[in-house]
């Protein structure tokens, strides 16, 4: 019953909390022991704001050029306040409105694709790459792709959550880290210890939130 163990972990941050339930939890890239509850972040103006503070810290004193925040999974409150900050911390864009752009990809399959009238806000531009997690990196790294692939330059790739210091050379921002969570986990469902052990899958996983089986 993941609903009745969620843990709500308190952070230096005024309304920064880290949400997360213990069981087995399956996506369609991995199992793992944790679920990581972001619906706050993402919904709650006050938390998004505070995640955008936290991960604007890690760009106060960098050179990094932001035209354009591309939302995945669902992220697009906390990438609008991201965006806000950046540019009242006057980070440094190039395009021709001296402001970012917070775009939403399309999916198809599992391809990323843009409308033509939103591919003007990625050719050309430095997208910075705003996901909820980072942990097969399988998401993330179509973003990439999709983004390339219509003439865009990867910026950075930022996360509420990440297991991964960098992924295809890009360095990630995250909010929390394993370190929060010392015994987490995140497999290849047959590499899964839990399945090894025989327990059950407590609920079905991805962005949305859970469904309990």
Do not use: W
């Not at 619906?39 to 960098?62: I, N, P, T």
């Amino acid at each position: 019953m993941p609903s009745d163990k969620i843990m709500k972990i308190k952070t230096n941050t005024n309304n920064l909390f880290l949400r997360v339930a213990k069981g087995h939890f399956a996506s369609s890239n991995a199992h793992s022991n944790y679920y990581i509850d972001v619906a706050a972040q993402k919904a709650r103006l006050s938390e998004a704001k505070a995640v955008s503070e936290k991960l604007c810290s890690g760009y106060k004193y960098s050179t990094t050029i932001v035209d354009t925040i591309l939302c995945l999974d669902g992220t697009e409150v906390v990438g609008t306040c991201l965006a806000d900050t950046l540019v009242k911390q006057s980070i440094m864009n190039i395009n021709a409105h001296q402001t970012i752009y917070v775009v939403t990809p399309e999916t198809s399959g599992s391809q990323l694709l843009f409308r033509d009238n939103i591919v003007p806000m990625i050719k050309g531009k430095h997208v910075l790459v705003l996901a909820v997690s980072v942990a097969s990196g399988t998401t993330v790294s179509s973003a990439i792709d999709a983004v390339k692939y219509y003439g865009g330059e990867i910026a950075g790739i930022a996360s509420l959550f990440s297991t991964k210091k960098e992924l295809e050379g890009y360095e990630i921002n995250s909010v929390f880290n394993p370190s929060d969570l010392p015994e987490y986990f995140s497999v290849p469902a047959h590499e899964c210890p839990l399945c090894k052990n025989g327990e059950k899958i407590d609920a079905l996983v991805n962005y949305h939130g859970f469904s309990k089986l």
